[in-house]
T-cell receptor
Framework: RKEVEQDPGPFNVPEGATVAFNCTYS??????FFWYRQDCRKEPKLLMS???SGNEDGRFTAQLNRASQYISLLIRDSKLSDSATYLC??????????FGSGTRLSIRP | GAVVSQHPSWVICKSGTSVKIECRSL??????MFWYRQFPKQSLMLMAT?????????EQGVEKDKFLINHASLTLSTLTVTSAHPEDSSFYIC????????FGSGTRLTVV
């Protein structure tokens, strides 16, 4: 089993739709979690951290479920500019961070 | 916000030569930096963890004698790809931790 797993997609949704991604992790001792966004041929950029209580930033909502060992990202009212690959990042023990394979999202007009 | 500068952004080299990539944290100190490699349409794969003042920790399957890492100061880590081969052609990215992980802009290496 991979340490961090994501549905690779692609997700192809119309503008304005709501879309959600999940990411599962294998190590229950994992300490912190992030969602990154990566545009084609660019470096990943931090989208948001994921807290146990769940957190929201505008149209984006991230949640963590430690019991089931997954994190989620919800995007509401999607924009064309949201098209990108979304990477789930898990900080495991000893500061080792692992990336998921990424979920490709394409928003169509 | 935290800035990580990576240089060069792209390089083409001949097979058998060595290439050095620099990663600098511009406005914070980083005792630990990470080096990743990304092949087309694949995710970032952690190659090694660079520790200031000590040896780097390499992931399984990454040759430490081929990918030399030096972290001589709190703001600079370097990755040297020695005796590069075409299969080493990839996108190399560094990152450093500062309230999350900030990435350099990446280096696209092409070995011909």
């Amino acid at each position: 089993r991979k340490e961090v797993e994501q549905d690779p997609g692609p997700f192809n949704v119309p503008e304005g739709a709501t879309v959600a991604f999940n990411c599962t992790y294998s190590n229950s001792a994992s300490q912190s979690f992030f969602w990154y966004r990566q545009d084609c041929r660019k470096e990943p950029k931090l989208l948001m951290s994921v807290y146990s209580s769940g957190n929201e930033d505008g149209r984006f909502t991230a949640q963590l479920n430690r019991a089931s060992q997954y994190i989620s990202l919800l995007i509401r009212d999607s924009k064309l500019s949201d098209s990108a690959t979304y990477l789930c990042v898990v900080n495991m023990v000893a500061s080792k961070i692992i990336f998921g394979s990424g979920t490709r999202l394409s928003i169509r007009p | 916000g935290a800035v990580v500068s990576q240089h060069p952004s792209w390089v083409i080299c001949k097979s058998g030569t060595s290439v050095k990539i620099e990663c600098r944290s511009l406005d914070f100190q980083a005792t630990t930096m990470f080096w990743y490699r990304q092949f087309p349409k694949q995710s970032l794969m952690l190659m090694a963890t660079s520790n200031e003042g000590s040896k780097a920790t390499y992931e399984q399957g990454v040759e430490k004698d081929k990918f030399l890492i030096n972290h001589a100061s709190l703001t600079l880590s370097t990755l040297t790809v020695t005796s590069a081969h075409p299969e080493d052609s990839s996108f190399y990215i560094c990152s450093a931790s500062n309230y999350g992980y900030t990435f350099g802009s990446g280096t696209r290496l092409t070995v011909v």
